[in-house]
């Protein structure tokens, strides 16, 4: 995730504390007090990236796979426009 969308949901901060931020987000069960905040984003951020596809590469990566993004995209709009 770049620097630019950390800061637009979250604020200005410094190159150290969006390093934390970034930690924080992967980790986020172990921050109680900001982790409905840091929920919220993972969320909002995954169902955006659902849209253009990049998500399927999200998942891909979460598994170490590599994956053609645009390739898997089309063939899955193809099945659902079928359906």
Same mark, same amino acid.
């Given at each position: 995730?770049?620097? *630019?969308?950390? &800061? *637009? ?5 410094? /190159? ?6 970034? /930690? ?8 109680? @007090?900001?982790? @409905? ?17 990049? &998500? ?10 590599? &994956?053609?993004?645009?390739? &898997?995209?089309?063939?899955?709009? @193809?099945?659902? /426009? @079928?359906?």
């Amino acid at each position: 995730m770049d620097d *630019a969308t950390l &800061v *637009a949901k979250f604020g200005q901060m410094t /190159a150290d504390e969006l390093v934390f931020l970034r /930690a924080k987000i992967s980790i986020a069960r172990f921050f109680p @007090q900001e982790m @409905q905040q840091l929920l919220n984003f993972i969320g909002e951020t995954f169902a955006s990236r659902i849209e253009n596809g990049k &998500v399927i590469g999200d998942m891909a990566d979460v598994f170490g796979k590599p &994956v053609d993004e645009a390739k &898997v995209f089309a063939i899955a709009q @193809q099945l659902i /426009a @079928q359906q």
